[in-house]
């Protein structure tokens, strides 16, 4: 059975928005692994978006773009990073980081 999802004073656990991410940590996200039918690249870039706060996310772009790793790589749908995170309505400071790095 599938809980519905808690929010406010309900939650287990806040959500954290000021910590330091090191850039060890803000770096072990180039290493997270993907399934078969995944694009490696697009994966990771996701999960930085969805998991990091917008300086951190700074850092992992210019990591990732170091590491020769691919900013317009596209998912199983033909969207990119960047096509998915301009259709959000908070992520304009997301948004700036990727075309600013080059992001399409």
Known sequence: M???????ADRTQPAVRDEWWSDERVQ???ELDTSH???PDFHILQK??????PEAFSRFIQFFIDAGRNLNEANMHGETILKI????RNSGEYRKILEKA???
């Open 2 to 8: 599938k809980a519905e999802k808690k929010t406010g």
């Open 85 to 88: 995170v301009s259709e959000h």
């Open 28 to 30: 072990s996200f180039l």
């Open 37 to 39: 039918d995944e694009a």
């Open 48 to 53: 930085a978006y969805r998991g990091m706060v």
């Open 102 to 104: 080059g992001a399409k």
